[in-house]
């Protein structure tokens, strides 16, 4: 490679081996993996839908929206001029624009608009690359997208809200739903003492006339400027779920009070709230007691994008890295020329495969449920737990990696690694922290055997074809054979181990040879590692590096 970067003319020295600016990019054409998983997981019509939107998210004007949204985090007003409650967030005018960008094009409601044909496989890669341009403000395009499960429980619930969660349409003015043109929907679980332990919910809602009055605290509060949020509330009948709108039937501001916003370690450009209900004003949703499986299906939901977003974000990573290191050059030649190098970003863009296969296939099985697929219903049970793990536990190190790509300067804010780093812990927190899906994976198989025997079909499909992954999973099946304490003792190495498994076999049918054979040795034989760049030392690296693309 040549050394083709500009070069500056600086007081003391010439500013010469550093990458060229970035240009416009084509994030959806330029992705050789995501672009063979539309063809085989999703009909035609997605990959065409999605076109615009990767040019779209690949542009320097969106990369630079990314950067003011976490440059000028959101404000908490709680009072205005007069002293009159407002209980508002103020968010900078990039947020909005990425939010118009999300909502105008539907990919909040693609998953219902085509249930079944597609929708949710267009949902997940719209989330896809949504990320790669800010993952803070997917988190409202998340739960509003996730909302319509639970408003399916209350026929006179999804009646009045649903048409505003359906438009496609982006609306943040503060005012009561009937005078919007598209709603966006946000969620209250955990509180104080109980965390994901939801069932130890103290917030009280009492019957008030027709609605219901609610009297607590929520310790998160993600979004907190949406137009109604799920929570849960005890009853008398038990715990149970509440659509709680930001302003009454009457017209007036609910009773939520804002205490205040959390200073996170990443995800600046999303706010999430401490907040009070002071009486809220609420409708009940679902059957009452029931609060937990009504709000289920929202949450199986969420998993899913908390699995899809650090996908799109090793993606991010990755391509950083790859411009870089083509560019940049040490000891006579380009870094990305260097056989350590080489190893390194190979096996970063083996991940990235993985990844995207397993994510499209989980979407895949939420389209095949939505049809009365009775195998692809058993997946969908099980395979957000799977991959929502998993990819989390695989991002935070996948960033430290591309940053070492990139050196010193990978380091600073004006790369998007630095933000990408404090990112990656987030999604694995959200929605259930590892712990919580690993046993979620083991209630599934307790529950749900039909579940398993689905997953070892996908597994069993693909048996014979590579000797280390014969032989993991030979190892599964003596460790689903364990007695059940002895399983939860090693709850992360199974869902680990069934993660990856299901990960090869995809990759085996699916991709090149050269991919599907490095990743089970690299994975899943003997001289597999936990550190990025370990793989054997006959690995086609040249055939890897080439689907990273431009």
């Not at 739903?177 to 969620?187: I, S």
């Not at 099985?365 to 929502?388: N, Y």
Request: glycine letters at 8%; one cysteine or more.
């Amino acid at each position: 490679m040549n050394d083709s970067s500009p070069r500056t003319r600086m007081a003391t020295h010439e500013v010469l081996n550093q990458p060229a600016p970035r240009g416009d990019r084509d994030l959806l054409a330029g992705d050789l993996p995501l672009r063979e998983a539309l063809a085989r997981e999703a009909p035609p019509w997605v990959a065409e839908r999605l076109a615009p939107l990767g040019r779209e998210t690949g542009s320097n004007r969106v990369a630079a929206l990314g950067e003011e949204a976490n440059r000028h985090p959101p404000e908490l007003r709680l009072f205005d001029r007069h002293g009159r409650r407002l209980d508002e967030v103020r968010y900078h005018p990039a947020y909005h624009e990425l939010m118009t960008m999300a909502m105008a094009g539907g990919w909040h409601a693609v998953a219902w608009q085509e249930e079944g044909r597609g929708g949710h496989q267009a949902h997940v890669a719209a989330l896809y690359l949504l990320t790669q341009a800010e993952p803070g403000f997917c988190c409202p395009v998340t739960m509003t997208h996730a909302a319509m499960p639970v408003l399916r429980h209350s026929p006179e619930v999804e009646a009045a809200w649903a048409p505003g969660l359906l438009a496609n349409a982006y609306d943040p003015r503060p005012l009561p739903a009937a005078h919007k043109r598209g709603l966006t929907f946000g969620m209250a679980m955990t509180e104080k003492q109980g965390g994901s332990d939801v069932r130890s919910n103290s917030t009280r809602a009492e019957p008030d006339g027709d609605g219901w009055r609610l009297t607590g605290h929520k310790w998160f509060c993600s979004a907190p400027m949406s137009d109604a949020f799920f929570t849960l509330a005890q009853t008398n009948d038990g715990l149970s779920c509440f659509l709680v709108p930001r302003f009454t039937p009457d017209g007036e501001r609910n009773a939520i009070e804002l205490q205040r916003l959390k200073e996170k370690c990443g995800n600046r450009a999303n706010a999430s709230a401490e907040i009070e209900y002071r009486g809220a004003w609420a409708t009940p949703v679902g059957e009452p007691g029931r609060g937990v499986a009504t709000i289920i299906g929202m949450v199986q939901q969420t998993r899913l994008d908390a699995a899809t977003a650090p996908v799109g974000m090793m993606r991010q990573a990755l391509a950083e890295a790859w411009q870089h290191t083509r560019q940049r050059h040490a000891f006579g030649k380009a870094l990305a020329e260097q056989p350590l190098m080489r190893s390194v970003l190979a096996d970063l863009a083996l991940e990235v495969e993985a990844g995207v296969a397993l994510a499209m296939r989980t979407a895949r099985a939420f389209d095949g449920a939505a049809q009365g697929d009775e195998h692809e219903t058993a997946l969908a049970r099980l395979l957000p737990s799977l991959a929502k793990y998993w990819h989390n536990k695989r991002g935070p190190g996948f960033m430290a990696e591309a940053m070492e790509c990139l050196g010193g300067i990978g380091y600073v804010e004006e790369a998007p690694l630095a933000r990408l780093y404090r990112e990656a812990p987030v999604n694995s927190i959200w929605e259930g922290s590892g712990n919580v899906m690993c046993l979620d994976v083991l209630r599934v198989l307790a529950r749900h055997p039909e579940s398993i025997e689905a997953l070892r079909a996908e597994l069993v499909a693909t048996r014979g074809q590579q000797p280390d992954f014969d032989l993991a999973l030979a190892g599964l099946e003596r460790e689903l054979a364990l007695h059940s304490d002895a399983v939860e003792a090693r709850a992360r190495w199974l869902s680990q181990r069934l993660a990856q498994c299901l990960q090869a076999s995809l990759l085996l049918r699916l991709a090149p040879n050269e991919v599907a054979e490095t990743f089970c040795r690299s994975r899943l034989g003997r001289e597999a590692s936990p550190a990025y760049g370990v793989l054997p030392a006959d690995a086609p690296l040249a055939a890897i590096l080439a689907r990273i693309g431009d």
